[in-house]
Nanobody, 126 residues
């Protein structure tokens, strides 16, 4: 089992910012593909952003230019900085991780990852 400890989220007005964090084990941090996906039940989940073991980040087109995935190596923690939030960004956000070759570390691929956090609610009001 790979630990994933999420924090952050909350409510904000349109145009505001929020930051999510996700802490994991040293091994997963250094070797796995990791990122976030979001879901508004009962709709299908959507991959948001991922980072591979080499530090390359990929974003879904819907968040590109607004969201930034960063990391703190010493804390084995990744962060999703979400700026210029829109009401359509409202969802439950899940941190997830699994082993994937770097070329297969893609936002759409995160939906099949074996390990995920408990999820955190993000609500953006208009």
């Amino acid at each position: 089992q790979v630990p994933l400890e999420e924090s952050g989220g909350g409510s904000v007005q349109s145009g505001g910012s929020l930051t999510l964090s996700c802490a994991t084990s040293e091994y997963a941090y250094n070797n796995y593909c990791m990122g976030w996906y979001r879901q508004v039940p009962p709709l299908a989940p959507e991959g948001v952003a991922v980072i591979d073991s080499r530090g390359r980040v990929r974003y879904a087109d819907t968040v590109k230019g607004r969201f930034t995935l960063t990391q703190d190596v010493g804390k084995y923690t990744r962060y999703l900085q979400m700026n210029t939030l829109k009401p359509e960004d409202s969802a439950i956000y899940y941190c997830a991780t699994d082993y994937r070759p770097t070329v297969e570390c893609l936002p759409e691929g995160i939906l099949s990852f074996a390990y995920r956090g408990q999820g955190t609610q993000v609500t953006v009001s208009s």
